[in-house]
């Protein structure tokens, strides 16, 4: 049976030729022309990938998203953006995105994206003993975790080694893309727990109705839609590790149940009477500032302290100004591997660009960087012509987040852009203090 894939823009001729191009691919292609038309077609149909614009007429694509994720976890889903708004996109991938692609469409970059999400669905358990989707990649990835040259990777790497072989638990905190998952991983194959399972939960995805089942597991029949069996994470980690990123996601509640499994080391799937002993060990990762959200309320201060009995803080990759072609060339190699060919490296031009930019996506706006111009690439080496526009306009002055009455909305958007959605590090940027930006966010209706 041919894939599914809805196809949401409000640009109806682009929209009829992408459908047009992919079911030349044998791909069955359903259009929508805006967010409302998309929704109704979700609720009644089942797609394997969805492309969505970000920005439609009266919704927008992360709203999609967020609306597919809650209903059918395993569909990919697959922005399209314009270069303006790919901040935008690596802030909806922390929250479930396959990926984005970036307008003007590059047709085989869009086919050879889809065909990617279609492998990682295919890859996912759909029996309903196994974990759920929310469990990530990086439990069987084949990604090498990069060591670096500069001072900031040799104190990195001293910290993993150092805390790798003990059984403390690990609170890794930075941006959204530095590469906390693998640097998790890393302390996981390091440690004596290495053979048995590392179990990576996306806590920002998992709905708060559905969290005691996604952790502990549930009972067939023991809440309406539990037909079968179900092992929680918690389970499916014993003897290992379990990874709980972006941490800070987690309601209130949710933290309760949590912090009483930790110190029990014992789960109760939903609808049973019987405590399961587990034996685990917990790294946790955040982009955001725990010990602010203790003092707002809103991180529980006792899961705070459980969690974080070493911390390893991961820069961004501009402050990494050593490693940056390191990891350049390590994506380079792998987006040749993947999309077979046989590309030998950047130009002069290009290399002094990455040593420049800012990354605001980190490691992961590199790789999908490197990837899109390895594939747009017709020469043996990545020209500047390769590469987003928006990496080769002007820095903006250093004065733009300074605002007043007239323009301080743009101002507050362009700082969230700026610190990838960490509101701190926006407020930072701002010169205001974290409850004026948070009472500026709600007088102006902006919806994180």
């Known amino acids: 049976m041919s894939s599914k894939i809805l196809v949401i823009d409000d640009d109806t001729s682009f929209c009829i030729m992408l459908k047009t191009f992919l079911q030349k691919k044998g791909y069955a292609v359903t259009n929508a022309f805006n967010a409302a038309e998309a929704e109704e077609l979700i609720k009644t149909e089942t797609f394997d990938v969805v492309l969505t614009d970000i920005r439609l007429p009266d919704s927008d694509g992360i709203e999609i998203l ?11 889903v ?32 869009i ?31 084949g990604d090498a975790f990069v060591k670096g040259i500069s001072s900031h990777s040799d104190q990195l790497h001293e910290y993993i080694s150092l805390v790798a072989p003990t059984n403390m638990s690990v609170l890794i905190i930075g941006d959204s893309g530095t590469g906390k998952e693998y640097i998790a991983h890393s302390i996981h194959k390091q440690s004596k727990r290495k053979d048995k399972p590392f179990v990576a939960v996306d806590c920002g995805a998992i709905p708060k109705e559905l969290a005691s089942s996604e952790f502990f597991g549930h009972l067939k029949g023991s809440f309406t839609g539990a037909i079968g069996d179900k092992t929680g ?50 790294i946790a990762a955040t982009n955001e500032d725990l010990s602010e959200a203790v ?3 809103d991180f529980r201060e006792d899961l705070y302290h459980r969690l974080n009995e070493f911390s390893i803080a991961v820069p961004r990759l501009s402050e990494r100004k050593h490693d940056i072609m390191i990891f350049a060339n390590h994506f380079l190699a792998q987006a040749n591997e ?43 080496v990545v020209a500047s012509d390769a590469l ?61």
């Open 233 to 282: 994470h918690f389970e499916a980690a014993n003897g290992g590790t379990i990874f709980l990123d972006e941490v800070g996601n987690l309601s209130y509640e949710v933290q309760i149940q949590l912090l009483r499994a930790l110190q029990e080391r014992k789960v109760k799937p939903v609808g049973s009477n019987h405590e399961i002993k587990v034996d685990i060990r917990v």
């Open 78 to 109: 697959i922005l399209m953006t314009g270069y303006t708004d790919i901040k935008t996109a690596v802030h909806a991938m922390k929250i479930g995105a396959f990926d984005y692609v970036g307008k003007p469409i590059n047709p085989d970059e």
């Open 388 to 448: 987003p526009p928006d990496m080769l306009q002007t820095p903006a002055p250093t004065n733009e987040f300074l605002y007043g009455k007239g323009n301080e909305e743009d101002a507050i958007k362009r700082a969230l852009e700026k610190a990838n959605y960490n509101k701190s590090k926006a407020a930072k940027l701002l010169d205001i203090d974290r409850k004026t930006l948070y009472n500026k966010l709600k007088l102006y209706n902006i919806d994180l």
């Open 338 to 380: 993947d999309l077979e060919k046989n590309i030998s490296g950047f130009s002069k031009e290009v290399t002094d660009l990455f040593l420049t930019y800012d990354w605001p996506g980190n490691l992961r706006e590199m790789k999908n960087t490197v990837k899109r111009s390895v594939l747009l690439t017709k020469s043996n």
């Open 111 to 141: 086919l050879h994206t889809i065909e990617q999400s279609l492998r990682k669905k295919s890859e996912k358990p759909s029996d309903a003993s196994t974990p759920s989707a929310t469990k990530k990649t990086a439990m069987v990835s």
């Open 66 to 76: 967020k609306q597919i994720k809650q209903t059918h976890f395993q569909t990919q």
């Open 295 to 297: 003092k707002r309320g």
